[in-house]
């Protein structure tokens, strides 16, 4: 059984790892206290990513989209907004993939679920497939020549 600093350990270098192979500037900052955990050179910008752990029920990968700490008062859940970071990327270990979504994306969102597979009753609207949010996808359009 992983501990949760395990499981964020995990997922960071998991996405560091596929940023890298894509020729992608990966950095760590020095210091905690920040709400990103990377710094990715997707040229000519910056992007502060927030990596996630996400996990795989049935068919659909959830992203908690929140940090979750414990405070005199009881648990206190905090999402993520644009003045902290530019995007979040998870990395689901069932599935060895990682995925990553533009702060613009979440909206406000504590959780993000992806489809790997067709639900059963067929449903297409409003579902958020998993390729389309793949890290390697969404990473290559972004970067500058």
Not at 77 to 94: F, H, L, P
Request: with cysteine; hydrophobic share 40%.
């Amino acid at each position: 059984m992983l501990t949760t600093d395990q499981k964020g350990a995990i997922a960071e270098t998991a996405i560091a790892h596929q940023a890298i192979k894509l020729g992608i500037g990966v950095f760590k900052p020095l210091t905690d206290g920040e709400r990103y955990d990377l710094i990715l050179d997707l040229r000519p910008r910056l992007a502060r990513v927030q990596c996630k752990w996400a996990a795989l029920h049935g068919d659909v990968v959830i992203v908690r989209c929140y940090s979750c700490r414990r405070t005199r008062s009881g648990l206190l859940k905090r999402g993520y907004d644009g003045s902290e970071i530019d995007a979040v990327a998870a990395y689901c270990a069932e599935l060895d993939r990682c995925f990553y979504f533009p702060i613009e994306w979440l909206d406000g969102r504590m959780f993000i679920q992806l489809r790997v597979r067709p639900s059963r009753n067929n449903q297409q609207r409003g579902i958020n497939w998993a390729d389309d949010f793949s890290l390697g996808a969404r990473l290559g359009a972004l970067l500058g020549p």
